[in-house]
């Protein structure tokens, strides 16, 4: 909903090799243009998956229900991918063990009902706090970092790297993130 209406169709495919679609937030809330959008990526033969953003205040189980409500079970999309990050999520910080064990029961239950481990997209900041040095550094990471490119040595699983914010193009209206494949992992 961020961009608006997207012109799919006007997406170069030499300039976006993948594309990720925000589907929900938390436990209850949707992209109203989720729909639309996964509908319009896949019609464009474009390759398509589609992401969550975990809330710190909503436990794990009614998250995973919510993104399963909303994302079909497509054996052509992408893995889901988990946005873990502090930017624009709740105040509270739970402890490492409590968030633990949230995450785990999202990833159980998304793991079993797609049968594909997720992705996890996060900050340096996030994955210091509360990934590192835990079965979850093992996981196929989306790293984020628009000021320097991301060590593979920090991050031996990463798979994508997203080093722009604010880029541009056709067929979408307003800035959109832009992202790198490191591997085929």
């Given at each position: 909903h961020h961009q608006g209406v997207i012109d799919w169709l006007s997406v170069p495919k030499d300039r976006a090799a993948f594309v990720y679609i925000k589907s929900t937030e938390g436990?209850?809330?949707?992209?109203?243009?989720?729909?639309?959008?996964?509908?319009?990526?896949?019609?464009?033969?474009?390759?398509?998956?589609?992401?969550?953003?975990?809330?710190l205040c909503r436990d794990g189980k009614t998250q995973a229900q919510n993104?399963?409500?909303?994302v079909p079970n497509d054996e052509n999309a992408l893995p889901p991918a988990i946005d873990l990050e502090y930017v624009g999520n709740c105040s509270a910080r739970p402890t490492k063990e409590k968030f633990l064990k949230e995450l785990d029961d999202y990833v159980d239950v998304i793991t079993s009902h797609y049968g594909v481990q997720p992705i996890?997209?996060?900050?340096?900041?996030?994955?210091?706090?509360?990934?590192?040095?835990?079965?979850?550094?093992?996981?196929?990471?989306?790293?984020?970092?628009?000021?320097?490119?991301?060590?593979?040595?920090?991050?031996?699983?990463m798979i994508y790297w997203q080093y722009v914010d604010k880029g541009r193009l056709e067929g979408i209206n307003g800035p959109v993130d832009w992202n790198v494949q490191i591997n085929k992992k």
């Open positions: 436990g209850d809330w949707k992209d109203t243009r989720f729909k639309e959008n996964w509908n319009g990526a896949r019609n464009a033969g474009l390759k398509f998956g589609a992401y969550h953003f975990f809330t993104f399963m409500n909303t996890l997209y996060i900050t340096n900041e996030f994955y210091k706090d509360y990934l590192q040095e835990t079965p979850y550094a093992t996981y196929r990471l989306w790293v984020r970092d628009v000021w320097f490119r991301p060590s593979i040595k920090n991050y031996p699983t």
